[in-house]
């Protein structure tokens, strides 16, 4: 490593380590965050699952009711947090999902609802909620919605969208609407009608689920009629608006982010990716880690040594394959990105990615025109990860596992120089490929192993929040904690 590699590398170190020392846990991010929302004049207000915060989050989620208009201002508050990374923004219809990252622990996913809507059509009035809301009784910063709306918003959040009650709501429902039944039954008489609506509060009360299971289509009917009877015109946009608004965040390829670990065998890459979706866990709607070796056409049972030599029968057997392999390889990729056209936001884990096979053909057998070709319809990663080691280090820590497999002494050996160079060629091809693309971060596999786990998560997150950033519509505030460099170069001239 040359003096100027270890400088920049120390210098890494000690940044991870100091935002280590400086993450805000959940309960003073929550602090400073609605705090902000207070001293901005921001309507809000936390819809359920309240009773543990700020030092605790019984749910995956935290939500959150506030005006469409006010959306932008909060992300600005959100963004001059510092140490705090903006890692998604999902916006939908009536609501949208952020989530965070840079927080002790994990992340944190916060829904923002706009209305209480289904379909585009509301049940129940935003505002009004927003109006009737007052300072918790166990956290005097936090805003919470009185009783009889706070239930409603638990009941009908989930029975509008599968006619179904959460468990853990229907003992403080049938409680508060036995008591407070005629409040509940005006405030969904606007949208279904008194009758049906004296008819569902009456089920829920005495815990009758069943029944109003039963009711849902008659809700669901009522509550477009009256949509469509009052204002035509409206609720025929917001039903539209609805459709056209789900469709396009679906079928949009910007919900993903790929994330592409690239090294020689042996450096730590699988061990890295599994436990980067530990760390990252609530940054994203959905963290898969993923190995892209491909699965067809390719034998994991028996894997080929370095040292050995193909026959020439078994050459001319593979040379029709090493043009289907690239195909069949682009063909699975496109499959599994269709099976997560449901998941709102997904992050990607890639231990390896299709582009290694034009960094190391050979070891893929497949043709390299081929795989150029195809290379064009697959998407490039939003940031690549280099982990890289000294070839001795490599070497090591691939011929123990051999070791402990029994090989004898003469056969370590033989091995030892056969990895010394595929470590070093690969090393090489590796350095060359990402010396032409963009987000690339080179991180050295002989340190601490939680030091390396500290600087990739941190290089994730900076990649997830300027991609976040580039996405949302006006200008945010940034901060040092929200700058992604080029870390190309850092390790140039290791091996």
Known sequence: ???????????????????????????????????????????WCVLRNYEDLPEDNSSEDIDILIRPTQFPLVLRLIAGIPNVFITGVVRRHHEASVFLGGLEGQGIHLDFTFEFSWKGHVFLDASAVLDRSLPSQTWSTMRVPDQVDGVLNELLNTYFCSGNVKTRYQAKASRILRADKSIAIGRLSNSIGEHLSAELVDSFAIGDYQEASRRL???????????????????????????????????????????????PDGVGKTTLVAELGRVLKNTAGNITPMNFRPKIFYNHAVPQTAFTTAAPLSRIKDWPLSFVRPVIWCFEYWVHKVLLWRVSSQLILYDRYYHDVLIAPRKYHCSVPVARLIAKFIPQPDLWLFIDAPPAVVCSRKCARDVMAGLSPTLDARRREATMRETITYSNACR????????????????????????????????????????????????????????????????
């Open 1 to 43: 490593m040359t003096n100027a590699a270890k400088q920049t590398t120390d210098a890494c170190t000690r940044n991870a380590a100091q935002q280590d020392q400086t993450r805000l846990t959940l309960a003073q991010f929550l602090q400073r965050f609605f705090t902000g929302l207070n001293e901005n004049g921001i309507r």
């Open 217 to 263: 289509s008659a809700v669901r009917r009522a509550l477009l009629y009256r949509g469509f009877r009052s204002r035509p015109l409206r609720a025929i946009a917001e039903t539209c608006r609805y459709y056209v608004h789900e469709l396009q965040r679906r079928l949009s390829d910007r919900k993903y982010i790929r994330i592409a670990a690239l090294g």
């Open 432 to 495: 060359a490929f990402l010396q032409t693309r963009r987000n690339v971060v080179i991180l050295d596999a002989s340190q601490d192993p939680q030091q390396l786990l500290a600087l990739a998560e941190q290089a994730i997150l900076r990649a997830m929040a300027m991609r976040t950033a580039a996405m949302i519509p006006f200008e945010m505030p940034q901060h040092e904690s929200t700058e992604v460099a080029n870390s190309y170069g850092a390790l140039t001239g290791r091996g």
